[in-house]
DNA sequence: GGCTTTTCTTGATTTAAATCAATGAAAAGG
DNA sequence: CCTTTTCATTGATTTAAATCAAGAAAAGCC
């Protein structure tokens, strides 16, 4: 079904399968709508499936003292969900919602276990995925000790232009770890000095 | 022999092996003694080697505008390197250097590229280590946009007593993104409050 | 042991960002 | 369409941490 065909052609590009893998793979998926400003998964519940963006956009975030901060935005292509709760079946310590109206590719925990043992691509393509999402929070964290606010925003802005057009300034704000004012006022600057 | 029991003590635990696999994966190995204060890696160079700490202990860190900003502490049972750079043949944005005399279990690019294809349970190993390092370091990077100053040091102590014992105190500074100052001010102010 | 270097602490001052407060603009929803 | 939220901007003030500066303590080395 053309359903999954955007989840496919990610993995393939990581892990290339035949039609039989394929049909095999896609026989652990389910598909999911959820509508915009929904909860996908919240603090303390377990995380029973990871979640890869058909169509829509998400926001990871966790609350301390009332405060939101916005660990992750997950578009289109990209894959969500509170990892830890996932592999270890423990409550999750973030939160996951929705953005806009979404469509979700799930894997749940069960048929990760199985398809892990069973497809050694699919491991292959796991390994991959975890792989480039620690390599790319290093570089996002290290950025986050050593550079000036502007230049974060800025990066921000050229590695993500899509989630600028499609997300609220207070949230990006959250995300880099500052208040909306102050990304506001960084952004006036900026747009001074061009 | 003996040399590298403690790294297969580690792999076991994530992976157990036979005898057989365990020779097998052994022959791909080599040790590597470093003197304190040596590099082991320069941003620039490419990451040839990715290190599991024997014996002694290392910092990974960034030099911005002539700050440096660490990243990364490995004692051992910890492995550590340029992972980008290290996959991708790309030069390394990292700096590494030891803080004390050292001895390395080296796996290079090729031998970990052929075990990939030959051993599955090399692949896993690999898997859950990457897995494992991303969900610290999510939460680390989460605990620093959210926790006050004084609750991440006190995390850091909780979690890593060892490294609190064996490095300087601005080093743990500049891994929480302080200066020493403000990091000699909140230990005062946590001392008083106890 | 004494000398040097590194590390840690403390104080005074500056600076960047948070907070508080208000207004205007845009979007959502009936 | 109008009303209500949500969102973004701007200004004034406060606050937390950086910076600047100096001295004390500890560690490393001939």
Redo the contacts between chains.
């Keep these: 079904m053309a359903l999954y065909d955007f989840y496919f052609q990610q993995f393939n590009e990581k892990v290339p399968l035949t039609n039989e893998e394929q049909e095999q793979i896609q026989s652990y998926l389910t598909l999911n709508k959820i509508r915009k400003k929904q909860s996908f998964l919240q603090e303390g519940e377990v995380c029973k499936s990871y979640a890869f963006v058909n169509k829509g956009s998400l926001r990871k975030y ?1 609350i ?1 003292n009332g ?1 939101e ?1 916005i ?1 992750q935005f997950a578009i289109e292509g990209w894959t969500v969900g509170d ?2 709760s996932f ?1 270890s079946e423990e409550p999750a ?2 939160h996951i919602d929705t953005l806009e109206d979404s469509e979700l590719v799930l894997m749940s925990k069960a048929a990760h276990d199985e398809l892990l043992n069973i497809q ?1 691509k699919y ?2 393509y ?2 991959l995925l ?2 480039g ?3 790319a ?6 950025f ?4 000036p606010v502007e230049q974060r925003y800025m990066d921000f802005v050229e590695k993500y232009p899509e989630i600028v057009q499609r997300v609220p300034q207070h949230m990006i704000a959250s995300y880099l ?1 500052l208040t909306p004012e102050t990304l506001s006022r960084v952004r006036k600057k900026l747009t001074k000095h061009k």
């Design positions: 966790s301390e405060n901060h660990i990892l830890l592999l310590t973030y050694p491991e292959t796991f390994r975890i792989t999402a620690y390599i929070l290093q570089r996002r964290h290290s986050s000790l050593s550079l770890g």
